[in-house]
C-alpha cells in the first residue's frame, strides 16, 4: 500500500496593524537616513538602528519556524489526520471534495524556508471541511505527493483540486 506522510503546521502570520507599522518605521528611518540626512548624529543614529531592526525584522520572516500541529497520512484508501494526539480516520469512498492548493515547497527564495502554505482540504459526505496546511520538503516529496494523488483520481470517482502554483 503507498502513502505519504507530512507534518501539519501552522504558519506564523503577522497582524496587518504590525505591517503597516513596519512599513512605517522602515520607510520613515531610510527617509531620514538616505533623503533628508540631518546633521544632527544622534538623530542620524537613531534612524540607522531603526532602519537596520526594520529591515531585519521584514526579512526574518521566511525563517519562523512554523508550529507543529500534528500528522497527516493519505493513502489510496484514507486519509489519517492525528492532530494534537486525536486520531481521525476518513475513508476516501466517504469525500464528496478533495483538494490541493499548492504554493511550493521548502527554499530559502520561497515564502519560507521551511515550506510555504500548501493547503490540503477535504468535505466528507456530512458536509464537514477540513483544511489543513502542509509541508512539502523538496521536490522529491512534492512529486511523491503528486503521484499519489493523481493514483486516488484514477481510482476512485473524486475529481481532485489544484489550485495555487501552476508547477504543481
Do not use: C
Not at 512539502?136 to 493514483?151: A, D, I, S
Amino acid at each position: 500500500m503507498n502513502f505519504f506522510e507530512t507534518r501539519i503546521v501552522r504558519t506564523w502570520e503577522p497582524s496587518i496593524w504590525l505591517r503597516v507599522i513596519l512599513t512605517v518605521l522602515l520607510l520613515a528611518s531610510a527617509g531620514v537616513v538616505y533623503v533628508w540626512k540631518p546633521d544632527v548624529s544622534w538623530l542620524m543614529n537613531i534612524s540607522y538602528g531603526v532602519y537596520m531592526i526594520s529591515l531585519f525584522l521584514a526579512l526574518s520572516q521566511s525563517f519562523f519556524k512554523p508550529k507543529y500541529l500534528g500528522n497527516l497520512s493519505v493513502s489510496e484508501e484514507r486519509i489519517r489526520v492525528d492532530l494534537h494526539g486525536e486520531q481521525k480516520e476518513f475513508p476516501i469512498s466517504e469525500l464528496e471534495q478533495l483538494g490541493f492548493n499548492y504554493r511550493g515547497y521548502s527554499s530559502f527564495w520561497k515564502h519560507s524556508i521551511y515550506g510555504n502554505k500548501n493547503h490540503f482540504y477535504f468535505m466528507v459526505s456530512s458536509g464537514e471541511k477540513f483544511d489543513y496546511e502542509i509541508v512539502l520538503q523538496n521536490k522529491e516529496v512534492k512529486e511523491e505527493f503528486k503521484l499519489l494523488l493523481k493514483r486516488i483520481q484514477n481510482t476512485s470517482y473524486l475529481k481532485i483540486a489544484q489550485t495555487g502554483n501552476s508547477t504543481f
